[in-house]
């Protein structure tokens, strides 16, 4: 069982950023891949990236377009972390962000995810 709780969101303005954590219980954290999704009102949940291993020291990661060379998804084993730094943030960036686990790599494929955490809220303000 892995649990996997998220923090970091708040309220920023447009172009500001903001650092998401989401620290997760279990020893095989370094095996697991890693997402990050977010719910906007009204809206399906999306995917926004995930961070992947390949068996060694090396990870790899994607991201959705509509993030990609703003937001970086990182993570620290020995902490049991990962993270999203997000910079030039957008109004559309308004959302709740999850956190999800799961052994093996599905990028987007939320409904494979088997671990969620219980979300964080991010608003930007134009």
């Known amino acids: 069982q892995v649990q996997l709780v998220e923090s970091g969101g708040g309220l920023v303005q447009a172009g500001g950023s903001l650092r998401l954590s989401c620290a997760a219980s279990g020893r095989t954290f370094g095996s697991y891949a890693m997402g990050w999704f977010r719910q906007a009102p009204g809206k399906e949940r999306e995917f926004v990236a995930a961070i992947g291993w390949t068996g060694g020291v090396t990870y790899y990661a994607d991201y959705a377009d509509s993030v990609k060379g703003r937001f970086t998804i990182s993570r620290e084993n020995a902490k049991n972390t990962v993270y999203l730094q997000m910079n030039s943030l957008e109004p559309e960036d308004t959302a709740v962000y999850y956190c999800?686990?799961?052994?093996?790599?599905?990028?987007?494929?939320?409904?494979?995810?088997?671990?969620w955490g219980q979300g964080t809220q991010v608003t930007v303000s134009s």
């Open positions: 999800a686990a799961d052994p093996r790599w599905y990028r987007d494929r939320k409904s494979e995810y088997r671990y």
